[in-house]
């Protein structure tokens, strides 16, 4: 079992729909969860961090986080071509001390206008 | 203000060469991080400072790896004899403290053939 799990996708929405990316973590200890998006041939920018259970909203994201069941995930509300992008779900995992993330493989996200 | 600088930003070298890979992080980080991506893959953790010291390279894939952080800003990442599954994108990341959100830089795309 890999340390972060997501979809490969491509994940295809038309313009204007809300996008749901998810991610699933083995650690049940991990502290700090970060949502980035990597635009083809440019580095992870990152989107959204979420520390404790519950929703955290900037602007139109949405990151959720369900400690209980392992995992993660983050919403796009008015989906825009924009915003088609690989995005990559990170963990801090508990038995790390020092802050590295582990990355899953990224969930491709293609908006259709 | 200024964000994560890396240089440079493309390199290509011969199998057995030598290549030293910059990363200047944003003023104040004390946390710095080194990664490798590979094509179609999420960012794999490589070393990380907290200040000048290393506090972490099991990421590391060989002792021809090195990287040093010596004034705790500037670091710079050594690859000794490359190899051809050297290449990969090397990604430099700062934070303001372990724990907290990684903010990345544009990479080096090293290419050894």
């Known amino acids: 079992q890999k340390e972060v799990e997501q979809n490969s996708g491509p994940l295809s929405v038309p313009e204007g729909a809300i996008a749901s990316l998810n991610c699933t973590y083995s650690d049940r200890g991990s502290q700090s969860f970060f949502w980035y998006r990597q635009y083809s041939g440019k580095s992870p920018e990152l989107i959204m961090f979420?520390?404790?259970?519950g929703d955290k909203e900037d602007g139109r994201f949405t990151a959720q986080l369900n400690k209980a069941s392992q995992y993660v995930s983050l919403l796009i509300r008015d989906s825009q071509p924009s915003d088609s992008a690989t995005y990559l779900c990170a963990v801090n995992p508990l038995y790390n001390q020092g802050g590295k993330l582990i990355f899953g493989q990224g969930t491709e996200l293609s908006v259709k206008p | 203000g200024a964000g994560v600088s890396q240089s440079p930003r493309y390199k290509v070298a011969k199998r057995g060469q030598d290549v030293a890979l910059r990363c200047d992080p944003i003023?104040?980080?004390?946390?710095l991080f080194w990664y490798q991506q590979a094509l179609g893959q999420g960012p794999e953790f490589l070393t990380y400072f907290q200040n000048e010291a290393q506090l972490d390279k099991s990421g590391l894939p060989s002792d021809r790896f090195f990287a040093e952080r010596p004034e705790g800003s500037v670091s710079t990442l050594k690859i000794q004899r490359t190899q051809q599954e050297d290449s990969a994108v090397y990604l430099c990341a700062s934070s303001p403290g372990l724990y907290y959100e990684q903010y990345f830089g544009p990479g080096t795309r090293l290419t050894v053939t």
């Open positions: 003023s104040g980080h004390v946390s």
């Open positions: 979420i520390y404790s259970n």
